[in-house]
T-cell receptor, first 114, second 115 residues
Framework: IAGITQAPTSQILAAGRRMTLRCTQD?????MYWYRQDLGLGLRLIHY???????GKGEVPDGYSVSRANTDDFPLTLASAVPSQTSVYFC?????????????FGPGTRLTVL | AQSVSQHNHHVILSEAASLELGCNYS??????LFWYVQYPGQHLQLLLK??????LVKGIKGFEAEFIKSKFSFNLRKPSVQWSDTAEYFC?????????????FGSGTRLSIRP
């Protein structure tokens, strides 16, 4: 049982390029999340999905898009990467959005935009 | 806006010292509270959580936290730290009883333990 997997582990990307970060969970969790982690700022929510077919915006959604075609996958796309998107990106999932279910985190993707 | 504050950005302790990390949240009403830990090079893991009931919550690895509603606080404690507790600790809060309620994280406290 893998839990949550993310790919790639790390990536260096030229500014202006399009990039999709992949996230897959095998726990049949309804809710999934994308966070970025930056020094001194903690984790900030980018987008979330409370069930397959629905998505919502978090604190810092600009420049990012997500889709939730099925329960297991929740890819995050940077349409045209900028250096300020250099960060570590974590995908997470929980049984239900809200209601105190803990979130389980993936191993992260370290993205550098030059 | 709802927020979670961790006032200690970096704490340095010697082994066997006692630990208390502060956490304050700005939510009114029912709230769920969490402490997560991130060991170097690893992803976040849940240390403990509070939903309701006894305000003193015991977690893994000897950690505990106390929910004080009047102070909007959920401080993390450990009576005697070990070198292996070196990590970053994140407090998080979620407004309770809402199916659309997301978890808001604090900025984190880096804990360094001197052997």
């Amino acid at each position: 049982i893998a839990g949550i997997t993310q790919a790639p582990t790390s990536q260096i990307l030229a500014a202006g390029r399009r990039m999709t970060l992949r996230c897959t969970q095998d726990m049949r969790h309804n809710a999934m999340y994308w966070y970025r982690q930056d020094l001194g700022l903690g984790l900030r929510l980018i987008h979330y999905s409370n069930t397959a077919g629905t998505t919502g915006k978090g604190e810092v959604p600009d420049g990012y898009s997500v889709s939730r075609a099925n329960t297991d996958d929740f890819p995050l796309t940077l349409a045209s990467a900028v250096p300020s998107q250099t960060s570590v990106y974590f995908c997470a999932s929980s049984g239900e959005l809200g209601q105190g279910y803990e979130q389980f985190f993936g191993p992260g993707t370290r993205l550098t935009v030059l | 806006a709802q927020s979670v504050s961790q006032h200690n950005h970096h704490v340095i302790l010697s082994e066997a010292a006692s630990l208390e990390l502060g956490c304050n949240y700005s939510y009114g009403g029912t709230v769920n509270l969490f402490w997560y830990v991130q060991y170097p090079g690893q992803h976040l893991q849940l240390l403990l959580k509070y939903f309701s009931g006894d305000p003193l919550v015991k977690g893994i690895k000897g950690f505990e936290a106390e929910f004080i509603k009047s102070k909007f606080s959920f401080n993390l404690r450990k009576p005697s730290v070990q070198w292996s507790d070196t990590a970053e600790y994140f407090c998080a809060a979620q407004k309770g009883y809402s199916s659309a309620s997301k978890i808001i994280f604090g900025s984190g406290t880096r804990l360094s333990i001197r052997p």
